[in-house]
T-cell receptor
């Protein structure tokens, strides 16, 4: 079974802190994604990566950066956390080619910024 | 722009009854995929069902079926014989065959199954 893991289920940080959210997948997928989920807004794409060291901005990249040094690992970085980044963060991975491949999701990280 | 619309923020259904969750999409692509995911209160996203834009038959997976009407750009999820464990958020999503194979998600429908 595909497994996507995220480093923390719950995280509490202070305003201005640098925050790292880690995501690891074990199925050799080229594509990895970071979303944030807020009530009434669904899932919004922050960044995605289609290969090692390759990244593309999603719909809401402001305030975030990403790193993909190894194929299995995709990190989301909040350079200076703010209260409006309090949210649920979901990582996903997907096999390449063809619209039929579903995204596999991690369990999510609920981040609270105080 | 690609867009997914789910117009039902919340739905209630009696246990053992069928329920339809609505989803419409907007795309100019010829090749795309439509997905439904379930998100229980625990937070994990569970893949339910997939429909390809070229598939002529509606997809079915157990109690889940996807009512695909291409001309109307709708991809409604039908859950038959609802169970208490079906209470969850349901998200409709569309994939594109582009770099990264992006997904676009709707805002979700919260389904509550009443005993």
């Amino acid at each position: 079974d595909v497994k996507v893991t995220q480093s923390s289920r719950y995280l509490v940080k202070r305003t201005g802190e640098k925050v790292f959210l880690e995501c690891v997948q074990d199925m050799d997928h080229e594509n990895m994604f970071w979303y944030r989920q807020d009530p009434g807004l669904g899932l919004r794409l922050i960044y995605f990566s289609y290969d090692v060291k390759m990244k593309e901005k999603g719909d809401i990249p402001e305030g975030y950066s990403v790193s993909r040094e190894k194929k299995e690992r995709f990190s989301l970085i909040l350079e200076s956390a703010s209260t409006n980044q309090t949210s649920m963060y979901l990582c996903a991975s997907r096999a390449p080619a063809g619209p039929s491949n579903e995204q596999f999701f991690g369990p999510g990280t609920r981040l609270t910024v105080l | 722009a690609q867009k997914i619309t789910q117009t039902q923020p919340g739905m209630f259904v009696q246990e053992k009854e069928a329920v339809t969750l609505d989803c419409t999409y907007d795309t100019s692509d010829q090749s795309y995929g439509l997905f439904w995911y379930k998100q229980p209160s625990s937070g994990e996203m569970i893949f339910l069902i997939y429909q390809g834009s070229y598939d002529e038959q509606n997809a079915t997976e157990g109690r889940y079926s996807l009512n695909f009407q291409k001309a109307r750009k709708s991809a409604n999820l039908v859950i038959s014989a609802s169970q208490l464990g079906d209470s969850a958020m349901y998200f409709c999503a569309m994939s594109r065959s582009n770099t990264g194979n992006q997904f676009y998600f709707g805002t979700g429908t919260s389904l509550t199954v009443i005993p």
